[in-house]
């Protein structure tokens, strides 16, 4: 027979056992995020490829709003060719939505380039569980001078 202080600390270990599985699995669905910039800040291309599926999207919102594609081996190839410190974007982390295999994370930025700032914007980032590792499978992007 469980008392009242016993029932309590059931359901304590019980809640802290789910918060640090949600924790673990965010931790693992914004790695490659996390990655992708560390990558751009180092110029490291196969760091970049690495963060993507290799069917993976990039789009973003051009000068007149209309929607660019870029491949992902391009982008990696002027990351490449940058030096170490010139792409500097700082992100938050704003929401993260999980479905099984399949995860959307709303990120919001400031893009500085060799120390200056360029611009800001919001990255919506999908996410694909490949082969128990999450991937970058679809980004896309808007981009401003003023920031909110």
């Known amino acids: 027979i469980c008392n009242i202080f016993d ?3 059931i359901f304590f270990l019980l809640i802290s056992s789910f918060s640090f599985a949600q924790n673990t699995s965010e931790k693992e669905i914004i ?22 599926s290799g069917s ?4 973003t919102f051009g000068k007149n709003q ?3 594609t870029d491949k ?11 030096q170490a410190g010139d792409l500097d974007e700082r992100f938050t982390i704003s ?14 930025y400031q893009f500085y380039y060799k120390g200056n700032f ?13 082969k128990n590792e999450w991937k970058i ?3 896309i992007d808007t981009r401003r001078k003023k920031c909110d």
């Open 7 to 9: 029932m309590k600390k």
């Open 137 to 139: 499978q679809y980004i």
């Open 95 to 108: 929401k993260i939505l999980v479905d099984g295999n399949m995860a959307s994370v709303w990120v919001p």
């Open 66 to 68: 209309e929607i660019r």
């Open 118 to 130: 360029s611009h800001c914007g919001v990255n919506s980032f999908q996410l694909a569980k490949i």
């Open 72 to 82: 992902v081996e391009d982008f990696a190839k002027q990351v490449g060719a940058s």
């Open 31 to 52: 790695k490659p995020i996390e990655n992708l910039f560390n990558a751009m800040k180092s110029a490291d291309s196969l760091g970049v490829k690495n963060a993507f």
């Open 56 to 59: 993976a999207i990039m789009q």
